[in-house]
């Protein structure tokens, strides 16, 4: 069959990879792509969001599946466009409902079905601009680090953690009546902070029946012991050293297993991803966050560890009978380092030449921000290239993808040199 995968990074790289492995997959399209996966199938200028250009591609190209990657087209409501229009039924959509995206959409939802189903969650409460002295005296209620975040989706920039309460309150009014974060900060999530260890769970589901993917970790800031800026993530390892059985039980009884329950009982018509954020207090798991698509650069660790075909499980997303399909994982480690623009994820030049891509060897290359240009890969986002490497143990796995970075080169390149530093 023809799929479609929309997006750019490399998380989309990194799925591209893995669908084009696929004997059911004649001819993947990517949009709009990069680099990294112009060389293994076909990127077309379409826009994600411009749902009216996807269709009119779908129809011209015979296209029977559409993998969304990033959040944007779902939080929009690419499914139901899809699921509403007569001429495109029969095109299996990967990626939930517009109800369903709202986990991600909206931190306040997302809160409240947590509340809802019983999930364990930080204590919160949300305000307004009408409310923002209301919020400031909450605040005052917590005990330090104080956790704020934008309603709306921020590009993953949209969470501030702060130590000092007169700082908080006046973020808190950047945020709601100076608009820090545009319409995505007309609502501000207060929560209680928890101190721990992060993890994420991603689960692939059609709404009725699951499949725990291997869990993964992440490291956001910019630099080493992270410290800085919170970044789109500059490396993951999978599995997680600390995610044992017991833990893993936990997860799943107490998150998974009321998560997918309460889609279920509220109706939310839910096809693809789950990406839930966690975080490890004591001994227990509590939920930070949902996402309603995979992360990135947890991808880039995820997908190449899945032994099995991942478009029949798409497809049995698809007929909700994923209960019924087999998940097989390699028992290997995986982990990526990101090679970010310098300056990123402040200003960043674009543009910059990439060389030593050919020379690298027993690891994975996915591009993330990059693109042709003539013969020549460039720059053209702050984060650029993973590095993913497979190994016996996390650690023989990282050494292998700095030993491979130590081969790329671009003008300004920056990468942390100490991911998974905290096992």
Not at 161 to 184: H, R, S, T, Y
Not at 212 to 233: C, F, M, Q, S, V
Request: some cysteine.
């Amino acid at each position: 069959m023809n799929i479609l995968l929309l997006g750019s990074g490399g998380r989309e790289h990194a799925l591209a990879w893995k669908i084009t492995q696929s004997p059911k997959c004649s001819k993947l399209f990517v949009a709009p792509g990069n680099a990294g996966t112009d060389a293994i199938a076909e990127n077309v200028n379409v826009n994600p969001t411009d749902f009216e250009a996807v269709k009119d591609f779908v129809l011209a190209n015979e296209v029977a599946m559409v993998v969304v990657g990033p959040e944007d087209p779902l939080v929009k409501g690419i499914a139901d466009f899809f699921k509403n229009d007569i001429a495109l039924i029969g095109v299996a959509v990967i990626g939930p409902s517009e109800h369903g995206a709202q986990l991600e959409g909206s931190k306040e939802f997302a809160k409240k079905f947590l509340i809802k189903n019983k999930i364990p969650t930080a204590a919160y409460n949300s305000f307004t601009k009408d409310t923002v002295e209301e919020g400031c005296k909450f605040l005052e209620t917590l005990k330090a680090p104080y956790v704020l975040k934008a309603d709306g989706l921020a590009a993953g920039k949209g969470v501030l953690i702060l130590e000092n309460l007169k700082e908080a309150q006046q973020e808190l009014k950047n945020m709601l009546v100076d608009a820090k974060f545009g319409d995505a900060s007309a609502k501000v999530v207060i929560e209680e902070f928890l101190d721990g260890i992060e993890l994420s769970c991603f689960v692939l589901t059609d709404g009725k029946s699951y499949k725990l993917l291997p869990t993964a970790k992440d490291y956001k800031r910019i630099g080493e012991g992270d410290t800085g800026l919170n970044t789109g993530g500059m490396g993951a390892i999978s599995p997680v050293p600390f995610a044992d059985e017991a833990l893993m039980q936990k997860i799943e009884n107490r998150i998974v297993k009321p998560t997918i329950e309460g889609l279920k009982n509220d109706n939310i018509d839910y096809k693809g991803f789950v990406f839930i954020g966690l975080i490890k207090v004591g001994d227990d798991p509590y939920v930070i966050e949902y996402n309603v698509r995979m992360g990135d650069p947890e991808t880039e660790v995820v997908i190449p560890r899945l032994k099995s075909d991942i478009v029949t499980l798409f497809e049995a997303v698809a007929a909700e009978k994923l209960e019924d399909a087999i998940l097989e994982i390699d028992e290997r480690s995986a982990t990526t380092v990101m090679v970010v623009s310098g300056g990123y994820p402040e200003a960043y030049e674009k543009g910059k030449v990439i060389s030593g891509i050919e020379s690298i060897e027993d690891s994975i290359v996915f591009h993330a921000g990059t693109k042709k240009q003539g013969d020549n890969v460039v720059t053209s986002g702050g984060r650029v290239i993973a590095v993913t490497s497979y190994g016996d143990t996390w650690d023989d796995a990282i050494k292998k993808s700095y030993q491979n970075i130590e081969n790329l080169h671009f003008d300004k390149m920056y990468y942390r040199k100490d991911i998974g530093f905290d096992l």
